[in-house]
């Protein structure tokens, strides 16, 4: 055999060796990739499961810990409070299976949820109703809001709805009756007879330009949480069950023995007594137990 010969065998077997190698590495990454997604219909839920809360409420921060210490023993798991601000990661991992619920969303907004991420979650029952209300610095009451006042609102769609829906029933302003009120937006508006300016905010911002427009509206938490004084509150209406808080689990995990647990924690009576009862300061008038309205 030549030179030339040898040379060519060589290389043809240095190639037969990087072909294989491609395919053992092609096979080890489809398989990983194929675990990995499989990862989330596999979850297992131990025996404690961590429950996300909206960390700008400490109330249901404190509510959590109530039912963690007090209610949960009984059925025999454990709950860890997460607080994770980004309504879009909690919900995710409920989804997935990373945390077992969340407790700090109403059906309105857990739809918009939904339908823009394409999560599998479902809500169960209502667990507590926050109290939404009118603040200013300005005036004393809502009827004294004058011509052309500057209201702030939130600008998320879910408690935008909320704010709009509010001001109707007052009759404040008209909506669209073509237009669900409860996600109402402001192109809904279609009479607004004190010409009020509107100023969409994040919700978490309100507190702090209060003393810039003429009337805000939002929870009593975040206001709390802005050291706002209830006094300056200027319109507290009953919160209305329909914006009630949802306990909502990833909808592939409804039959797990764990969540199903976790579900008779929730709906025990102790926790709409605690609602109905505590002295907290942090849960009282700003989360309420559910009601019929």
Do not use: C
């Amino acid at each position: 055999m030549s030179k030339t010969d040898k040379n060519f065998n060589i290389k043809n077997k240095s190639k037969t060796v990087w072909i294989a190698l491609v395919i053992v590495v092609a096979a080890a990454l489809g398989a990983f990739l194929y675990f990995k997604s499989q990862k989330s219909d596999t979850i297992v839920f131990g025996d404690t499961l961590k429950v996300h809360y909206e960390p700008a409420e400490a109330g249901e921060e404190r509510l959590l810990k109530f039912i963690a210490e007090n209610i949960a023993p009984d059925y025999g798991i454990k709950i860890e409070p997460v607080g994770i601000q980004d309504p879009i990661i909690a919900n995710g991992a409920v989804a997935d299976g990373e945390y077992a619920a969340t407790i700090y969303q109403h059906e309105w907004y857990l739809r918009q949820v939904v339908e823009a991420n394409g999560f599998g979650l479902t809500s169960l029952f209502p667990v507590f109703q926050w109290n939404f209300g009118v603040y200013s610095d300005k005036h004393k009451s809502i009827d004294e809001l004058p011509n052309g006042a500057v209201i702030a609102i939130p600008a998320d769609i879910g408690n935008q709805g909320q704010a709009l829906w509010l001001l109707a029933r007052e009759g404040l302003v008209e909506l669209n009756p073509n237009v669900e009120p409860r996600t109402a937006t402001l192109r809904d508006i279609v009479k607004n007879p004190r010409n009020f300016e509107f100023k969409e905010l994040d919700f978490l911002t309100l507190p702090r330009v209060l003393d810039s427009v003429d009337a805000a509206l939002g929870f009593i938490g975040n206001f709390d949480a802005g050291k706002i004084p209830r006094e300056k509150g200027i319109f507290f209406p009953p919160p209305p069950r329909t914006f009630a808080a949802q306990f909502v689990v990833g909808t592939k995990f409804l039959n797990d023995p764990q969540i199903k647990k976790l579900q008779k924690v929730f709906a025990d009576p102790r926790v709409q007594e605690y609602l109905k009862t505590t002295d907290d300061p942090l849960v009282k008038d700003s989360l309420t137990a559910v009601s019929d309205y």
